[in-house]
């Protein structure tokens, strides 16, 4: 059983940054690939980003591409979003997951746990 509980988020202008951290618990969290899914009202949960499991392997979304980094700290139990040049699109509570497959990581239904999210608002 892995625990997820987000932090970070916030209201800020278009053009800024924020910073996203997931706290895990358990032990094995260096045995799951982390990711950042997002949902906006009345849409489908889309995939942001995700990270492997021990060698770190990223992919993002392409909306998200250059823009924003994933990163993890396997000692701290941690993984982070850094969201950069933020955009009113990028509106949407933002929700951390851990799951056992890298490869299908952009499926929401390849995910075994989740946060409760965090509500992140860019404003125009």
Excluded: H
């Excluded at 094995?28 to 770190?56: C, D, H, L, N």
């Amino acid at each position: 059983q892995v625990q997820l509980v987000e932090s970070g988020g916030g209201l800020v202008q278009a053009g800024d940054s924020l910073r996203l951290s997931c706290a895990a618990s358990g032990r094995t969290f260096s045995s799951y690939t982390m990711g950042w899914f997002r949902q906006a009202p009345g849409k489908e949960r889309e995939f942001v980003a995700a990270i492997s499991r021990s060698i770190g392997n990223t992919r993002y979304a392409d909306s998200v591409k250059g823009r924003f980094t994933i990163s993890r700290d396997n000692a701290k139990n941690t993984v982070s979003l850094q969201m950069n040049n933020l955009k009113p699109e990028d509106t949407a509570t933002y929700s951390c997951a851990a799951g056992p497959s890298f490869i299908s990581s952009t499926y929401p239904r390849s995910w075994d746990y989740w946060g409760q999210g965090t509500q992140v608002t860019v404003s125009s």
